[in-house]
Structures are given as structure tokens and as C-alpha cells.
């Protein structure tokens, strides 16, 4: 295996951490309405990913960072290209930082619910923009000699980049409904069971549709694999549910983020872009790669530092391990 | 305007405001984390109130302020793509590798630990709470170092060649890049300037407190003490800081003397090479006539600024254009930058960061300690201190209440000296995004429509200054309470194990969204 095979393989593993743990997150925003029946129910649910929002995102800066360092090419292509749908996505991004942080700092109704609106919007359109812009990675798109996109910004919206879309949305909201009844007490918890076995089972079926067509169209046996087993972790994710066996939910339906993005990065290898307009004009690991001493350099700060990431985040989630109810909730921070 | 000058045009706006933007909030982080940190640290070790009120309240504003910092941080990191492909696809090869150890090493670390800490305080034994806050700043500190190496490498290109194949940049030495004396200088510079700001913000908003507590005579005294500690707190480290910056900067000044000569004539405005050369007071020039029609000036200094002594000839705008355009072609006006720009940049970045060190070095004299007072005029810890010119005599009223103000009114001025500083050695670099290598020009995303940028630029433009409003409005409310002396320290150290009995089970979170 090259090094820029190495460095293919990592970018994955930190899009697969930032989907894991920032599709939780986003599926919390969007149940603060579909699940939370008043704000103390809508400040549980915040207040689950109170701690951790904030490193979670930080997986995304770093497939950028690390994107632009090992494939310049694919990072310039990519945010290049599909300018508009990032752009409202770092929009949301950053609303989304700021209403978490500041929703609480006024006792004001309006001024917390207007966070709230906000929160619930800033959660839902980058878990559905992350699929419309990961379909298109992977089916390919318009990318001329120069490595630059040159279609328009509506091409980037095919039905089936749409329902790709689709099913990160509901895929990452169902994580997020069985986060949270991991992670509270109460009767939020037993509604937020119910609330995730309805929407697993609309993600089933788009998942469904929408792996097996990117199979079809560009399938590998590894990618099948990937694919079975991102079914499988869905289906026994729902069954644990049912069961109430919320750690084996969570455990599962973290596997099927997990497996479903693996299995899109599978199927991509070895492009990175692939180019709709033929020619050799897709980007791959190879072409797209920087040079040797670099992705070395890289490999060996990865190695050190990503473990490190790892054990401390792990550590965070010990230490807010309790769960947390309305009764929890202090009262409304006064003007200090 | 022909349509690739537009293009140009609006990129450099764009990320001209949007890093200006974030670079208000990234020097009151930076120092405002080590600031707590500091606090939070002599509570624990002395168990005085006063530092733990102290510590929440700079906490709080800390809180404010970092959050901003943090989402406005995430368009620098994708802007490259987006506006700057062609410079992406140049440099990424060097340039991305400080973007990803930023990412990996130094944001995973402050906003992992921040969490810890936000929501922490019922939680962690204190000990372990305080280590927190020291994470966050040590994550800070080392994410400004990144980012600066990775500028620095635009100042001044080293440790790359270009791949004949490709005729991309590629990295050769990592460490040439990390640990270039442009890098280290400017990261000196940048850090003890965070901590003016940083000084300044603590100087003001505690004379705010004080000069209130003053006029109203019957103070909270637990806030007057913390107020007051944080008062003498921001003067030592604003004098320290102050210093280190002129120093640094006078460093940083030398480097780029060397390396970028131009940047500098461009700051003094001085066109034509002179040995000694004058350090110019007030100018104003003729960018077409290569010449100023007014000038004020000090013979010598300049030469001083550039190689230590007073009579050294330091090369003009129009030598080093000439240069340029030998080696680089093109006309030698393709190398000169906005002198007004560079020339008012240096001078308002001198002028308002020097101003706030002045301000904390007559602030440190009159609060000095008890000892140097005489005895009638020493005051309680608790106490508005009275402001002292000599050991017998106070200031005068007026002088007073104009010190106090002036002391809140220095708040402001390292932000503005800062965003100065970067707009004075941005724009001083230009034509170049990389000095000698890539023009700015060149860099754009050639795909990327000028309908797109303008809505991307109107899109950032209209956000912050919602946020900007919104910001703001809630740092001087918080600002204003001042600290909330009423809180107490938890009865009991947490244990990492948290609570063995049930009693707990519902006691609400120490804090909550």
C-alpha cells in the first residue's frame, strides 16, 4: 500500500468520526422539535451534547485540514466547486456555535426562542447538505482539465445527490433519537425510543435505495460488504431499541453511519473526484496526492495524535456519562 | 471593471473582512484562557474568594468571546477552497500541513477541554477543573503558533522547491517552515499583542467596576476586591505585554527589512534610498510622482529600525520596485502596494497599541502598593484604591475621574492596533499572496462566478454584523453586572467517580445551556 493510499484511508476515518459523532449532534438539533414538548425538554436534549458539540466539530476542520494537506487538488476542487452548498452550510455552522452558547444567556422568551428556531434549522440543513454533497462526490461531477468543477450549482441537486441527502438526514436524526435515550431519564426517553423506531425504519428504506443504487452504479465487493453490514448494524439497531437495550441501539447505529460512509468511500477508491466529462480528467489518489515527504510527515503526526484525540475525547463522555432529566435543569440563569 | 479584477477584488475583501473579523476575537482568547487560567489557579492554591469571583466572571466573558472565536474560525479553514483553489492547489503541498497539525493537534484540544471545563465545575475535582482551563490556553497558544508558521511561509517561502512536473510548491523541511526566524518573531509579536489586548479588556472593564463603586460610595465590597485584583492583574501584564510587543516588533521590523524590504519602505513612505534614512512622523504621498508632496520626519531612526545603527542606507520604494521588476518582469508599479494603506496601518498599529502600554504604566504607578503610600492614603483590599502621584499626594478629582476613564476608554485600542498590524503586513505583501512565488491574482478560484462571490461576501458581511450586534450587546451586560458575588465554591471537592450515593441523582447541573 502507498502512502497516498494511507492518506485516503485516513481522510475517511476522520469524515467516518466527524459523521459518528456530529450526526448525533445534528440529529439532537432536529429533535429539539420533534421530540421536545416544552424548553426543558428542549434544554435536555441541548444539554446532552452540551460538552461535546464543540470537539465533534472539530472533525470536520480536521478531513479539511488534513484534505488540503495530503490532496490539495481534491480540497481546492471540492470547495471550489461546490461553493453554495458549503457556504450555507459554514452559515449554519456557524449560527448553530453561537445559539448553543448563547441561547441561555438572556431570560428572554423571544431571545430563546428564536435559538431555538435556529438550532432546530442549523441542524437540519448540513445533516441534509452532507448528503448531497458526499452523493456527488462519489457518483462524480462535471470536472474539466484543469481539476475545476464547471457545472452549475442546480447539477449538484440529481435525485439522487437528493436522496443522499435524505438519508444522512434521517440516518443522523435516528442516531441522535437513540443518543438520547441514551443519555436522559425520564419520559423523554421513553418517547425518544418511539420517535427512533419510526424514524429507523424510514431510514431503512432510504438507505436501502440509495446504497444500492451507488452499488449499481459504481459497486465493489468491498463496497457490498460495507453496505451489508451498514444494513445489518440498521436493522439490529432498531431490534435493540425495541428491546430497550439502549447501549446496543447506540453501539449500532453508530456502526451504520460508520459502514455507510465507509462503504461510499469504497466505492469512490481509487478516485477522489471522479469527472463526469471523461477524458482522464478525475481526480485520484495518485494525481491528487501531495508529494512523498509530506503525506510522511503527516502520517507521523496522525499516528501520535490521533490516539491522543481519541483518549481524551473518550474521557470526556466518561465524565458526563449520567444521564440527564428535566430535573436536572437548573433554574433560568439570572442576570449574572 | 474587467471581470478577473473584480474577481480578485472581491476574494481579498471577503477574506480581508472575515479574518480581521475573527482576529477581534482570537487575541482576547488567547489571553483570556491563560488569564483564567491564572485565577483559577490562585484560587485553588489560596482558597480566596475573591479569585474564584474573579474566575467566573472573566470566565464568563471569556465564554462569550471564544465562541465567536471558534465559529468564525471554521470559514478561515474552508476559504482557501472555496475563494483560493489556485493558491490551494499551489501550496497545499506546504501550506496545509501547519493547517492539519492546527487542526489535529491544537483545536481538538481547546474545544475538547473548553467543554470539560464549561460544564465541568460539579464534575472534576478543582485541581483537575483548573488543568482544564490550562489545556484550553496551552491549545490556544499553540493554534496561533500553526497558523502563523503557516503565514509566516506566504511572508517569506522556505524549506520548499517547485516540482518541475507539476510547477507546484513542495515541501523539503518542515522544520525550516515551523521554526523559520520570520515565524518565531511574528508568533513573539502576535502573542505578547494578544496579551495587551487581553490586559487592556481587564484594565477597562475593572476600572468600569471601580470608578462606579467610586461614585456610588456604598460598593458590594467582595466585588470591589475582586475587581480590584483584576484591575492590578491587567496593568502588570499589560506593562509586560507592552513591552514585549515594542521588542518583538522592533525583532519583526529587522526580519523584514531583510526580507521584504519593500513591506517596510511602504511603511515609512520612503521613496528613495537614503543613508542615514528618516523615521517619517506625518506624510503624504504621490504614488504616481514616486514622491511625498508634505513629510515630517526624524533623521536617523529609520536606519536604527532596519540594522541597529544610525546611519545604514535602507533601500525606497522605487529602488526595491525597479529590483522587482528586473527579476520578477513587468513594470516596477506591479510591485508597489497601497502606501497609504502600509504607511497609516504601521503608524495607527504603533500609535493605539503603544497608547494602551502608556495607559497601564501610569495606571500600575498610581494603584501601587500599600507600601509606597503614605499611611493616610493606603486603602483596604476591598476598597477603591485612590489613585497616587507621589507617596502624599492623590490626583486631583478631575484627573481622577479622567484617569478612570481613560482606563475603560484603552479597552479598545489593542483590537484596533491589531487588526492595523494585519492589514498593514497583508497588504504590504502585495502583489504577492506568496512573497517572490504566487501573485494574489493568480490565486483565485477561476470557476467560482462573480455572482457566487458576491453572494458568499454579502452572505458573511450581513451575518457578522448580526452577530457583531448581538456580540456585543451581550459582553456589556455581562460586562456590566460584574461578578456575581453571591456564588460559592462547591462545598465539597468533586470526585472523578463522581457521588456513590442515590441523594445526588436529581440535584440539578452545576450549569446548563
Redo the contacts between chains.
Keep these: 500500500m502507498q502512502l497516498h493510499d494511507v492518506w485516503f484511508i485516513l481522510i475517511a476515518v476522520l469524515w467516518i468520526g466527524y459523521f459518528f459523532l456530529e450526526g448525533f449532534d445534528f440529529g439532537i438539533g432536529v429533535l429539539t422539535k420533534l421530540l421536545a414538548r416544552d424548553t426543558a425538554e428542549r434544554?435536555v436534549l441541548?444539554?446532552t451534547i452540551?460538552?461535546?458539540?464543540?470537539?465533534n466539530?472539530?472533525w470536520?476542520?480536521?478531513a479539511?485540514?488534513?484534505t488540503?494537506?495530503?490532496?490539495?487538488?481534491w480540497?481546492?476542487?471540492?470547495?471550489?466547486?461546490f461553493?453554495?452548498p458549503?457556504?450555507i452550510i459554514?452559515?449554519c455552522?456557524?449560527?448553530r456555535?453561537?445559539a448553543?452558547?448563547?441561547?441561555?444567556?438572556?431570560n428572554e422568551k423571544r431571545w430563546q426562542r428564536n435559538w431555538e428556531h435556529a438550532i432546530f434549522w442549523t441542524s437540519l440543513l448540513p445533516a441534509f447538505l452532507w448528503g448531497v454533497v458526499f452523493a456527488n462526490i462519489v457518483h462524480g461531477v462535471a470536472i474539466d482539465k484543469?481539476?475545476?468543477?464547471?457545472g452549475s450549482?442546480w447539477d449538484l441537486f440529481s435525485p439522487y445527490a437528493i436522496l443522499g441527502g435524505l438519508v444522512t438526514l434521517t440516518l443522523f436524526t435516528f442516531h441522535g433519537a437513540i443518543f438520547a435515550s441514551l443519555k436522559t431519564v425520564g419520559d423523554i426517553r421513553l418517547r425518544a425510543r418511539a420517535v427512533a423506531g419510526q424514524l429507523g425504519l424510514v431510514a431503512t428504506v432510504l438507505a436501502l435505495v440509495f446504497l444500492g443504487w451507488t452499488q449499481a452504479h459504481q459497486g465493489t465487493g468491498w463496497s457490498l460488504a460495507a453496505m451489508t453490514v451498514a444494513v445489518l448494524a440498521l436493522a439490529a439497531s432498531l431490534a435493540a431499541n425495541q428491546l430497550g437495550r439502549e447501549g446496543w441501539a447506540f453501539t449500532f447505529s453508530g456502526l451504520t453511519v460508520v459502514a455507510a460512509v465507509a462503504m461510499l468511500f469504497l466505492a469512490l477508491f481509487p478516485d477522489v473526484m471522479p469527472s463526469t466529462l471523461g477524458g482522464n480528467w478525475s481526480l485520484t489518489v495518485d494525481n491528487a496526492a501531495?508529494?512523498p515527504?509530506?503525506l510522511k510527515?503527516?502520517t507521523i503526526?496522525?499516528a501520535v495524535?490521533?490516539p491522543l484525540?481519541l483518549l481524551?475525547?473518550g474521557w470526556?463522555y466518561w465524565?458526563?456519562r449520567?444521564r440527564?432529566g428535566v430535573?436536572?435543569?437548573?433554574?433560568p440563569v439570572?442576570?449574572? | 471593471m474587467e471581470l478577473s479584477v473584480a474577481h480578485e477584488t472581491i476574494a481579498r475583501w471577503q477574506f480581508g473582512i472575515t479574518t480581521v473579523y475573527h482576529f477581534f476575537f482570537v487575541p482576547l482568547t488567547i489571553s483570556l484562557a491563560a488569564i483564567v487560567a491564572g485565577l483559577e489557579t490562585a484560587w485553588v492554591r489560596t482558597g480566596k474568594e475573591k479569585y474564584f469571583h474573579a474566575t467566573k466572571f472573566w470566565g464568563k466573558l471569556f465564554l462569550i468571546n471564544i465562541a465567536m472565536g471558534v465559529v468564525t474560525g471554521i470559514v478561515q479553514e474552508f476559504q482557501f477552497g472555496m475563494n483560493w483553489s489556485d493558491y490551494s492547489r499551489f501550496v497545499g503541498d506546504v501550506f496545509g500541513a501547519p493547517l492539519a497539525m492546527e487542526a489535529l493537534i491544537a483545536f481538538f484540544f481547546e474545544s475538547t477541554f473548553i467543554g470539560l471545563w464549561i460544564f465541568g465545575w460539579d464534575k472534576l475535582p478543582k485541581k483537575i477543573h483548573c488543568a482544564c482551563i490550562w489545556m484550553v490556553a496551552l491549545g490556544t497558544m499553540l493554534s496561533a503558533y500553526f497558523i502563523l508558521a503557516a503565514n509566516s511561509w506566504m511572508q517569506h517561502p522556505t524549506g520548499y522547491k517547485i516540482d518541475p512536473a507539476t510547477g507546484k510548491a513542495q515541501l523539503t523541511d518542515i522544520g525550516a517552515v515551523l521554526f523559520q526566524n520570520t515565524t518565531l518573531v511574528v508568533v513573539f509579536h502576535t502573542l505578547t499583542a494578544a496579551f495587551l489586548t487581553g490586559a487592556a479588556f481587564m484594565v477597562g472593564i475593572a476600572s468600569f467596576h471601580l470608578w462606579r463603586a467610586k461614585r456610588e460610595g456604598e460598593p458590594d465590597r467582595r466585588k470591589v476586591a475582586s475587581m480590584r485584583t483584576s484591575l492590578r492583574v491587567g496593568l502588570a501584564l499589560g506593562v509586560i505585554a507592552g513591552l514585549g510587543t515594542a521588542v518583538s516588533g522592533d525583532s519583526l521590523a529587522k526580519v523584514m527589512f531583510e526580507q521584504q524590504p519593500m513591506k517596510m519602505a511602504a511603511a515609512e513612505a520612503l521613496w528613495d534610498t537614503q543613508a542615514p534614512a528618516p523615521f517619517s512622523i506625518f506624510a503624504v504621498g504621490n504614488v504616481n510622482q514616486g514622491h511625498n508632496s508634505v513629510e515630517l520626519e526624524i533623521p536617523g531612526i529609520l536606519s536604527f529600525l532596519a540594522k541597529s545603527d544610525f546611519s545604514s542606507p535602507v533601500p525606497g520604494i522605487n529602488d526595491t520596485a525597479a529590483a522587482e521588476a528586473a527579476k520578477y518582469g513587468g513594470k516596477p508599479t506591479d510591485y508597489i502596494p497601497n502606501i497609504f494603506v502600509t504607511y497609516w496601518g504601521f503608524r495607527l498599529m504603533i500609535g493605539f497599541g503603544m497608547t494602551s502600554f502608556v495607559a497601564c504604566l501610569i495606571g500600575l504607578w498610581t494603584t501601587r502598593r500599600r507600601l509606597f503610600l503614605a499611611p493616610e492614603h493606603r486603602t483596604a483590599e476591598d476598597e477603591v484604591p485612590k489613585l497616587m502621584l507621589t507617596k502624599h499626594r492623590e490626583l486631583s478629582p478631575q484627573l481622577t475621574k479622567w484617569s478612570w476613564r481613560i482606563g475603560i476608554l484603552t479597552m479598545g485600542f489593542p483590537l484596533i492596533a491589531n487588526s492595523f498590524g494585519w492589514v498593514f503586513t497583508e497588504m504590504g505583501r502585495q502583489p504577492w499572496s506568496v512573497f517572490g512565488l504566487m501573485t494574489t491574482a493568480n490565486s483565485v478560484s477561476p470557476n467560482v462566478s462573480v455572482t457566487t462571490q458576491v453572494i458568499a461576501l454579502t452572505t458573511f458581511t450581513t451575518l457578522y454584523a448580526i452577530l457583531a450586534v448581538i456580540e456585543v450587546r451581550l459582553l456589556v451586560k455581562y460586562a456590566s453586572a460584574g461578578p456575581n458575588t453571591a456564588e460559592q465554591p462547591p462545598a465539597t471537592d468533586p470526585t472523578l467517580r463522581g457521588p456513590s450515593s442515590d441523594e445526588d441523582a436529581d440535584k440539578p447541573l452545576a450549569f446548563a445551556y
Design positions: 434544554r441541548i444539554n452540551g460538552p461535546v458539540w464543540d470537539g466539530e472539530v470536520l476542520l480536521t479539511g485540514g488534513a488540503f494537506a495530503a490532496f490539495p487538488d480540497y481546492a476542487t471540492l470547495f471550489s466547486g461553493y453554495l458549503l457556504l459554514l452559515v455552522l456557524i449560527v456555535g453561537v448553543f452558547e448563547y441561547r441561555a444567556k438572556r484543469d481539476k475545476n468543477y464547471v450549482v501531495s508529494s515527504y509530506t510527515l503527516m503526526v496522525a495524535f490521533t484525540v481524551y475525547q470526556t465524565v458526563f449520567k440527564i430535573q436536572h435543569i437548573p433554574a439570572q442576570d449574572h
